[in-house]
């Protein structure tokens, strides 16, 4: 998607489509190309440390899940024409009657926490590199909540549409300085207290 392209967001329940991410490097190009815009393997392979071969075999594959796809680019050829992601997000939801889509969706969470993991160590080893503006813009903040599944929900999507704004595919211009920022938030039941 280009800036300025109306938001779409896919619910992906199908358990083959779900497979497709439960790799590693599949789901962390997806989420690269979500947070950076058409890009090529060779960009890929540069950005996420990988080899343009591989990155190349696992975005055909994407593709072919309909996850991603290629941007317009005019005249390049077939090798240097970008991927895009296929929307502005997804929800990955398995048929809560799917035992395979409940045990891929396992996976995908787990990939997603590991990359989370992996994000976060990123940052910490670079931290210094920031300007101070950027160091104390920076944010670890871990609240313990007392809510209903109901209040849960409402909090979530009233977070959602403060934040949605601000995403990479929607937002066209975005100010000089502007740069992208991870911002993780999870909100499950405290296991210890369940």
Not at 50 to 74: F, K, P, V, W
Request: aromatic fraction near 6%; charged fraction near 25%.
């Amino acid at each position: 998607m280009e800036p300025n392209e109306p938001e779409r967001r896919v619910r992906v329940q199908d358990a083959t489509k779900l497979r497709a991410l439960a790799h590693p490097l599949r789901l962390r190009l997806l989420r690269y190309l979500l947070a950076a815009g058409p890009r090529t393997a060779a960009q890929c392979a540069e950005a996420l440390d990988d080899t343009g071969a591989n990155c190349s075999y696992h975005l055909r594959q994407l593709a072919r899940h309909g996850l991603i796809e290629r941007a317009n680019a005019d005249g390049a050829n077939q090798r240097d024409r970008p991927w895009r992601a296929a929307a502005t997000g997804f929800e990955f939801l398995p048929d809560p009657d799917d035992a395979e889509g409940r045990q891929i969706n396992d996976a995908l969470t787990a990939l997603g926490v590991d990359e989370v993991f992996r994000s976060l160590q990123r940052y910490q080893q670079q931290q210094h590199r920031l300007t101070d503006e950027w160091q104390e813009s920076v944010t670890f903040h871990n609240y313990t909540l007392a809510l209903t599944p109901e209040e849960l929900r409402h909090l979530t999507l009233t977070l959602d549409a403060v934040i949605r704004p601000y995403l990479r595919p929607l937002r066209a211009a975005p100010p000089s300085g502007a740069r992208p920022v991870s911002l993780n938030l999870q909100a499950y039941p405290t296991p210890e207290l369940i």
